[in-house]
């Protein structure tokens, strides 16, 4: 990869959060595995983080459903440009995993000075800071710094985004 890949793939990172899972059995969770080159659709909403040209997405729903031993998981995206139009749609994200690997979310003071948390997703390129709420993380009992979760970081190559509706179903 040359420098100009290198800067260019590290500028079009996204991180994206994967709630509960909802779809598939729990038998399919216990012996479903993600490996590279595994094809993968995300069905998510998508809401802008606190960087420029960072997204969070939340709702998220995997097929297949990871596995329940991976523990939480953040899927991050190698392109941003189709999510830009997208801010508050629901969308599917359909990808191939390039690599797993274990990674962290950590918590961070909040930028309000009103004593909440944000967090910041640490990724391949430009960590993902956005707050406590929106990444799906409770505040209650956390101190920033000494509270970090343990993820699993499922990197996907995104090769379709499309709308499935113009807003995000209430929650």
Request: one cysteine or more; aromatic letters at 2%; glycine letters at 8%.
């Amino acid at each position: 990869m040359t420098q100009i890949e290198k800067a260019t793939s590290v500028a079009l990172l996204v991180a994206g959060l994967a709630a509960t899972p909802t779809i598939g059995s729990a038998q399919d969770r216990k012996d479903a595995q993600m490996t590279v080159g595994q094809a993968v659709t995300l069905t998510a909403c998508v809401a802008k983080a606190q960087k420029a040209d960072t997204f969070i997405l939340t709702h998220v729903a995997d097929v297949p459903v990871h596995p329940e031993t991976m523990g939480r998981v953040v899927y991050w995206l190698n392109d941003v440009k189709p999510l830009r139009a997208h801010v508050g749609h629901q969308i599917r994200v359909m990808g191939a995993i390039t690599e797993v690997k274990q990674s962290e979310i950590e918590i961070k003071a909040g930028d309000d000075g009103q004593g909440g948390l944000n967090v910041e997703i640490e990724g391949p390129g430009p960590d993902v800071r956005t707050t406590a709420a929106k990444a799906g993380v409770s505040s209650a009992g956390r101190s920033p710094g000494k509270d970090d979760i343990k993820t699993t970081l499922v990197k996907l190559k995104v090769s379709e985004v499309t709308m499935v509706a113009a807003s995000c179903p209430a929650q």
